[in-house]
């Protein structure tokens, strides 16, 4: 079953631009990850923020994460088209080893 | 290091037949995770394994099962394959099990069942 739900489920902006994707959970959580899905193929981890951490940088990543409100965000800034890709928040199982996905944002950046 | 592997990286396979696919996990990592991704469904868990052990697994039916071997490298088996069966399989490994942020995936097997 889906935990988390991405919004919006596509995004198309100019190279330049910041995109903003939101992700909705459903129960508590210890931490939220982000990935990133080049055209079908494999995932790569971008940035984790855990429940005590409100904001959370890395390059041009922002994560930010609302317990209260069971979502979170995640801003590129100064997109590139290197950036076109699906976006992918991520929560922990009860277990603790597996990964529950939300649907995804397809974020398209062109030139 | 080499990353994580999967073979084949694309497969055809006809309703009714069976499929094997293989991980093989970064060199030291001893946890493998499955994935299925969909259109429909999205990202699912199947199953992880952990020093030849499945630890957890996820809502699939019978027909979804897997192993590990002892050099960590994980096959997963589906049978009686069905149209829904169509999907990108991914594998991920780490080194723990339980720290699903260290995991590394690989590039995927697309499967596609006609």
């Known amino acids: 079953s889906q935990q988390g739900e991405e919004d919006p489920q596509a995004l198309s902006i100019q190279e330049g631009e910041n995109a903003t994707m939101n992700c909705s959970y459903k129960?508590?959580?210890?931490?939220l990850q982000w990935y990133r899905q080049n055209s079908g193929r494999g995932l790569v981890h971008l940035i984790l923020?855990?429940?005590?951490?409100r904001e959370k940088h890395s390059g041009r990543l922002r994560v930010t994460l609302d317990t209260s409100k069971k979502s979170s965000s995640l801003l590129i800034t100064a997109s590139r088209a290197a950036d076109t890709a699906s976006y992918f928040c991520a929560t922990d199982d009860q277990a603790g080893t597996a990964l529950i996905f939300g649907k995804g944002t397809t974020l398209s950046v062109s030139s | 290091k080499a990353g994580v592997t999967q073979t084949p990286r694309y497969l055809i396979k006809t309703r009714g037949q069976q499929v094997t696919l293989s991980c093989s996990p970064i060199s030291g990592h001893r946890s493998v995770s499955w994935y299925q991704q969909t259109p429909g469904q999205g990202l699912q868990f199947l199953f992880e394994?952990?020093?030849?052990?499945?630890?957890n697994k996820g809502n699939f039916p019978g027909r979804f099962s897997g192993r590990q071997f002892s050099n960590s490298r994980s096959e997963m088996n589906v049978s009686t394959l069905e149209l829904g069966d169509s999907a990108l399989y991914l594998c991920?490994?780490?080194?723990?099990?339980?720290?699903?942020?260290?995991?590394?995936f690989g590039p995927g097997t697309r499967l596609t069942v006609t």
């Open positions: 394994y952990f020093s030849e052990t499945q630890r």
């Open positions: 991920a490994s780490s080194f723990h099990s339980g720290r699903t942020y260290e995991q590394y």
């Open positions: 923020i855990r429940s005590n951490e």
């Open positions: 129960t508590s959580i210890n931490n």
